[in-house]
């Protein structure tokens, strides 16, 4: 059984920052990629940023600049630190896995999403 656990949502003011954290845990023999997604009411779930193993970085066009991901292959854990954030920015934000649990086949798994609300 593998889990995503994100944590670091809430409530900030425009301008300001918040910090997000998913941990991954189980039965896992390798992870490939982490990474964040996120979506907004009435809108299509769409990348935000992601991470490989070998620290290969993707962003969304949109966001670079004022989000950073980072990940640690130890703990399996990735993290996104997102500035500077705008009204725009809200959403529910969901950390995804793409990796290879201990009995299976490489799939991709989704944790249950944590909301980020940006006040103007």
């Known amino acids: 059984q593998v889990q995503l656990v994100e944590s670091g949502g809430g409530l900030v003011q425009a301008g300001g920052s918040l910090r997000l954290s998913c941990a991954a845990s189980?039965?896992?023999?390798?992870?490939?990629?982490m990474g964040w997604y996120r979506q907004a009411p009435g809108k299509q779930r769409e990348l935000v940023a992601s991470i490989t193993c070998r620290g290969s970085i993707n962003y969304a066009d949109s966001l670079k600049g004022r989000y950073t991901i980072s990940r640690d292959n130890a703990k399996n854990t990735v993290d996104l630190q997102m500035n500077s954030l705008k009204p725009e920015d809200t959403a529910v934000y969901y950390c995804k896995a793409v990796l290879t649990p201990n009995r299976g086949t490489l799939s991709q798994y989704w944790g249950q999403g944590t909301q980020v609300t940006v006040s103007s």
């Open positions: 189980g039965s896992i023999f390798s992870i490939n990629a």
